[in-house]
């Protein structure tokens, strides 16, 4: 007998009014903000029913890639999102157009390691600590936080995380290891606070940063596939107007 669903586990059902589907695709249109290498879906902005969404699309690729890696990704990548949804500073509205794409909501907003250096005060990176904060909250690590490019500062001046596909469910992991994967996570946030700000970043979080980055030594992944993305998940290239 199978055992039931944790909460983390229960995965809220899509909005069952597709806002975008592969017959539109297919169609063309939308803008091409990330060609990818050959194992990497190929990111669109498409402007639907007034609002812009990003759409993620392994079908372009080969045959082996989108049916293992691509199913696999869009799987989860999906799963994280809508164990998410509602979280302000995340993709919303999340959803799976097939097998191979999936589609969520545009943030507006600039990469953080595109910003002027004037905007990234203590305050952003306090907030930005709260949003990992909870993100962990409901069982899930990010992973790639040390990429500037999956952080964006939004026109509010608030802290966005996207690109959740190399995130990892903590919800079933011991209490011990859990913990160490969600300091090992917030040490990415406290990389950009150190370049940045470092006279507002305290002993404490100093302190984690540097056992992380010890540890970090034997962390064995590089990016996706183990290697450095050619682009970051939305922000590639301008989609228009901010």
Do not use: C
């Not at 990234?120 to 990429?147: M, Q, S, T, W």
């Not at 150190?194 to 980055?213: F, K, V, W």
Request: proline share 7%.
């Amino acid at each position: 007998m199978d055992r039931p669903l944790t909460a983390f586990e229960k995965i809220p059902q899509a909005d069952p009014r597709q806002p975008l589907t592969r017959e539109q695709l297919e169609r063309g249109g939308g803008q091409v903000i990330s060609p990818g290498r050959w194992a990497n879906a190929v990111l669109r902005v498409f402007q639907h029913d007034g609002e812009q969404w990003v759409v993620k699309d392994f079908r372009s690729r080969s045959s082996v890639v989108r049916n293992t890696i691509g199913r696999l990704l869009i799987r989860r990548e999906w799963r994280a999102l809508r164990r998410l949804d509602g979280l302000a500073g995340v993709p919303a509205a999340a959803l799976r157009i097939d097998a191979h794409a999936l589609a969520y909501r545009f943030i507006p907003g600039t990469p953080l390691d595109r910003v002027v250096e004037e905007r990234k005060g203590p305050e952003f990176f306090l907030a930005f600590e709260r949003l990992l904060g909870e993100v962990h909250a409901r069982g899930i690590v990010h992973l790639d936080v040390r990429n500037g490019r999956n952080v964006l500062i939004t026109e509010a001046g608030r802290p966005a995380l996207i690109d959740f596909q190399s995130h990892l469910g903590t919800a079933h992991l011991p209490g011990a290891l859990r913990r160490w994967m969600e300091r090992f996570d917030m040490a990415g946030v406290y990389k950009h606070w150190e370049r940045l700000h470092p006279q507002s970043l305290g002993e404490t979080r100093i302190a984690l940063l540097a056992g992380m980055n010890r540890w970090r030594r034997l962390w064995p992944f590089r990016g996706y596939l183990g290697m450095r993305p050619s682009a970051p998940d939305s922000r590639k290239s301008d989609p228009g107007p901010r």
